[in-house]
């Protein structure tokens, strides 16, 4: 008797009202995501109203911008590849003539390496060009060098010193190609500013307040997203467990969305298949975003130790290089 008074009192209808609310209110989210998904795959040519704007000539130039390394990678590894198959007819010898001038001038790109260091560290420096301009610069110089020396020695090893000198300069310009991968992972691009985990992190909690609101029907998903994220951005002890944790994280997070598609499945069996396969399609989609983003501030973290431990050994490797260098270059005219 007490039980059915409890059901019926108006505390309890209020109560009951409130969750038909809020349910209401979670379907027409996940309805307007849905909306919003079906309008984006719409290939009509006006998407809500907007017109398709034509290609301006800055857009090209960006993109040709952003073309540049790689044609100048592919263009340095065809002129190695055509010096390596040529070197049996000796065109260049390193004592005299145009090989003896290739090696003077790598030389000196090698050792203008060092304008961009001072650039950073001493302001009597920094009043002449932008530090992009200087940036490019070495790595501009840092490429060329190291082939002209190569022709210079004919791709082939020499005397002793030769050699050391040779297998410095190899080791260092491996280095800075190691050294421009890690900058990009740590910064807006080859030449902008660097990520700020303050920024990494906002995104990140943006997207935990949309999936909060998403996945309110769906709080199998919602728990393993967020223990995924609360286990893998716990502080980790040193270089090693950072490097593990990110390769762990990129495969359970391959893992997890396989697990997601399957649990938005199992509870909407009494839907469509159509109906099914587009909410799962909505929240594999928000969810991958979200796993993204969490990478990436887990792979930040990590390649940030790895640049400070890159700057501490590249700059060592290089003075190597100059006294290797300059113990060749004194054996060669005075011995």
């Known amino acids: 008797m007490l039980k059915n008074q409890n059901t019926t009192s108006p505390e309890y209808e209020a109560l009951k009202r409130n969750k038909e609310k809020q349910r ?7 309805t307007e995501k849905l909306q919003v998904q079906k309008a984006r795959e719409e290939k009509e ?7 398709e704007k034509p290609v301006t000539p800055f857009q090209l130039s960006d993109f040709l911008w952003k073309c540049c390394p790689y044609v100048f990678g592919l263009l340095t590894l065809f ?3 055509v010096g390596f198959r040529l070197r049996k007819f000796e065109y260049f010898t390193a004592e005299e003539g145009t090989g003896y001038a290739l090696g003077i001038i790598g030389g000196s790109m090698m050792l203008a390496l060092l304008l961009y260091p001072l650039r950073k560290r001493f302001r009597i420096f920094r009043l002449i060009g932008n530090v ?3 940036f490019a610069i070495h790595m501009i110089l840092g490429v060329l060098g190291p082939v002209l020396i ?5 791709f082939s090893l020499g005397s002793t010193n030769s050699n050391v000198a040779l297998f410095s300069m190899l080791i ?3 280095s800075g190609v190691i050294g421009r991968y890690i900058y990009t992972k740590i910064h807006h691009g080859l030449y902008g500013k660097k990520i700020e985990v303050a920024q990494l992190k906002e995104r990140l909690q943006s997207d935990q307040q949309e999936l909060t609101a998403l996945l309110q029907l769906y709080p199998e998903v919602k728990k393993e997203l967020f223990s995924f994220v609360e286990h893998f951005l716990t502080p980790t002890k040193g270089l090693f467990h950072s490097w593990e944790r990110v390769m762990s994280a990129g495969i359970r997070s391959r893992l997890l969305i396989r697990k997601i598609k399957k649990l938005v499945r199992a509870n909407n069996k009494d839907q469509s298949r159509k109906e099914v396969r587009t909410k799962v399609k909505v929240i594999v989609r928000e969810s991958s975003y979200f796993l993204h983003h969490t990478r990436k501030l887990i792979e930040f973290g990590f390649y940030e130790r790895m640049f400070a431990l890159w700057h501490v050994l590249h700059l060592p490797l290089f003075f190597m290089l100059v006294i290797a260098a300059i113990v060749h270059v004194a054996a060669v005219h005075w011995y």
């Not at 040519?45 to 017109?51: L, R």
Request: hydrophobic content about 45%; charged content about 20%; overall charge positive.
């Open 132 to 134: 992009r301009v200087w």
């Open 24 to 30: 209401q209110a979670k379907d027409i989210l996940l």
């Open 79 to 81: 002129a190695i590849f």
């Open 172 to 174: 260092v310009s491996a």
């Open 45 to 51: 040519p006006n998407h809500f109203g907007k017109k």
């Open 150 to 154: 190569l022709y210079h020695s004919n």
